[in-house]
């Protein structure tokens, strides 16, 4: 009975020190469970976690993290009581350089962290829309300008100036030359904008003469007056032209004496000193004239286009004269003829 006894005390010890030990464990057990908020993407909620990392509190809770996604502790971080975890996962956004698109993603909002989180550079004139500190809805598009700035230079014509100078010691009509036009070359600067390769502005920052242009200087004559025995006479118009001589004999005209229309002009009138033929296409019939020599000799002087033959075209005049021997000793010359008013 005694030895019953004992062995019963003895039971009834372990029992206690089991009670006692399990007690313990699960107290030590309570007192490890700590309190922790999670936040994602803003969504709180408070967890009651007895884990040792976070990691182990991701897991118990089920919570996988996206690649790319924030945490704000390492996974490995011993998990303590009021603990607060902050988790951001990855949104997508468009970006968009030009005519190309594409999805990129981030844990931010502003344009500039999206940007420098998917290592999108800039360059110093390089802009984007919206702007760098504007925030961007989930799926938004960002649009980036890549400007580029170029210098060309080109050569231009510099076109020389017409300069006309009147003068009254030049008959009306003539014209002279007195320099000859040259153009002239400019090298100019043009800076042009491209944004995404596409030109949006050209400005010239620059001009520098190469060479001057030289004018050309013309001399045009305004005198309409000649001066003659009869005094001032007005002119219209002065022409060079190729003078011959004829008279009525039968080596000039090809007419006899006796031939119906021998001594008569293509006018009608009689052949004459005074009478002179032209090609009727440059001087018409009928107007009065003025022969100038040109080699000093005497001028033939006032006359009328009255004639016209069949060797006398264009710039050719034929003088008629009295004789044969006049006809000789005139030849062939140049004269100035002057259109009379």
Known sequence: MKEFSVKKANHFKILTILTIAASLSLGAYICSAKEVTISIDNKK???????????????????????GAYINVP????????????????KPYILAIGDKKGEIKSVHVKVKDILKDSNVELGKKDYTYPG?????????????FKVKEVVEEVEK????????????KVDIGVVKVLQEGKD????????????????????????????????????????????????????RKSLIMMATAYDNSYESCGKRPGDKYYGITASGTKARVGAVAIDPRIIPLGTKLYVESLDGTKDYGFCVAEDTGGAIKNSKIDLFFSTAKEVKNFGKRKVKVYILD
């Open 45 to 67: 909620k408070e967890v009651v976690s007895y884990a040792n990392t976070v990691e182990g509190l991701l897991k118990a809770e089920k919570i996988s993290l996206d690649e």
């Open 75 to 90: 996974l490995g971080t011993k998990l303590e009581n009021n603990m607060s975890i902050i988790i951001k996962t990855p």
């Open 132 to 144: 760098l500190n504007d925030n961007v809805a989930s799926g938004g598009e960002i649009q980036i």
């Open 157 to 168: 014509v510099i076109p020389y100036e017409n300069i006309v100078k009147k003068s009254g």
């Open 184 to 235: 002239g070359l400019k090298n100019i600067k043009i800076k042009k904008v491209f944004e995404n390769d596409k030109l949006v502005s050209e400005n010239i920052v620059g001009e520098e003469i190469i060479n001057e242009p030289v004018p050309k200087i013309t001399e045009k004559g305004t005198r309409n007056m000649i001066m003659s025995s009869r005094g001032n006479t007005r002119y």
